[in-house]
């Protein structure tokens, strides 16, 4: 089963900055599309980001000009910089390792990691 380890959450003001990274255990992670996505409070799981095999990032609308997703195939890590913090941004943050379409979509594996918790606050 691949690992999925989350890190860099925390607590900080509106306009503030993180970056998270994820860890994975996954073979050949470099042929692996990988994404982040979000659960907020009370809702369900939606995607941030993902970036391809090659590189290539894609980003949903909320995420678009503030995000910026990157990945190190030597360190098995995906990132997620995030800058512009808002209150909505607040929510758990997941990783996952998939495959991505050249259309323009993520498809997930079934193995994620615990998350890790960002909140933001006005």
């Known amino acids: 089963q691949v690992q999925l380890v989350e890190s860099g959450g925390g607590s900080v003001q509106t306009g503030g900055s993180l970056r998270l990274s994820c860890v994975s255990s996954v073979s050949a992670f470099y042929i692996h599309a990988a994404a982040w996505y979000r659960q907020p409070p009370g809702k369900q799981r939606e995607l941030v980001a993902f970036?391809?095999?090659?590189?290539?990032?894609v980003y949903e609308d909320a995420a678009q000009g503030r995000f910026t997703i990157s990945r190190d195939n030597e360190k098995n890590t995906v990132y997620l910089q995030m800058s512009g913090l808002k209150p909505e941004d607040t929510a758990t943050y997941y990783c996952?390792?998939?495959?991505?379409?050249?259309?323009?979509?993520?498809?997930?594996?079934?193995?994620w990691g615990q998350g890790t918790q960002v909140t933001v606050s006005s």
């Open positions: 970036i391809a095999d090659d590189g290539t990032p």
């Open positions: 996952n390792m998939g495959v991505s379409s050249r259309s323009g979509k993520y498809f997930p594996s079934t193995s």
